[in-house]
């Protein structure tokens, strides 16, 4: 199964934007590149997924490179409450979801 | 849509007794449930992958006879730990994945967890 990798914290200011780096380079052609994050005490949250495009939703947008070896999740207008671990996950084609260690996103006033 | 609860959203007992915590997907039927384990300040941990109408498969490491998982129906997994001790406190969370027929992806939606304290 591939792997990622990711900052294990990362700052942010209220209102910027907020850039999480993955790189996933084992990644399989037919594997997905997920997100999600879970903040302090609550179960985790889906954020967004991709397969070779760029994909955007109300939450995220997720940029993912032409060799398919890195992605970057980006939150345009990040808010206090974004404050989370962020998990890159690339899909195990089993159903199982790993999760590594994450980055943890603080996002200050 | 794709929401997943779960009962009870803590818990505290003694050692040695047995504790059921309940995980159910409310607005689609999941063929197939996971179980975590997250200790604090680390990751999620696989337990188990729960099929309906079928057996657990464990992750390595897990104890089946001490984390009992049923899957009786599309909507409900259970997990019991059985014969609790005071190392099996942890946050356990439960997730579900969306009929392969809706996705094409594997997308998990997670419930809020239970938290499990064994005096």
């Known amino acids: 199964d591939a792997k990622t990798t990711q900052p294990p914290s990362m700052d942010c200011a209220e209102g910027r934007a907020a850039n999480l780096p993955c790189n996933h380079s084992?990644?399989?052609?037919?594997?997905?590149v997920y997100w999600y994050r879970q903040i302090h005490s609550q179960g985790p949250q889906y954020i967004i997924h991709?397969?070779?495009n760029n994909e955007t939703n109300e939450m995220a947008s997720l940029i993912i490179t032409e060799d398919r070896k890195s992605s970057t999740l980006i939150l345009p207008h990040a808010t206090l409450r974004d404050t989370a671990v962020y998990y890159c996950?690339?899909?195990?084609?089993?159903?199982?979801?790993?999760f590594g260690a994450g980055t943890r996103l603080f996002v200050k006033a | 849509g794709a929401v997943v609860s779960q009962h009870p959203s803590w818990v505290i007992c003694k050692s040695g007794t047995s504790v059921k915590i309940e995980c159910r997907s409310l607005?689609?039927?999941?063929?197939?449930m996971f179980w975590y384990r997250q200790f604090p300040k680390q990751s999620l941990m696989l337990m188990a992958t729960?099929?309906?109408?079928?057996?657990?498969?464990?992750e390595q490491g897990v104890e089946k006879d001490k984390f009992l998982i049923n899957h009786a129906s599309l909507t409900l997994s259970t997990l019991t730990v059985t014969s609790a001790h005071p190392e099996d406190s942890s946050f356990y969370i439960c997730s579900a994945s969306l009929p392969r027929r809706f996705s094409l992806a594997d997308t998990q939606y997670f419930g809020p967890g239970t938290r499990l304290t064994v005096l």
């Open positions: 729960s099929n309906e109408g079928s057996k657990a498969t464990y």
């Open positions: 991709g397969l070779k």
């Open positions: 084992t990644i399989s052609g037919n594997e997905y």
């Open positions: 607005d689609f039927q999941a063929t197939t």
């Open positions: 996950i690339v899909n195990t084609g089993g159903f199982k979801t790993i």
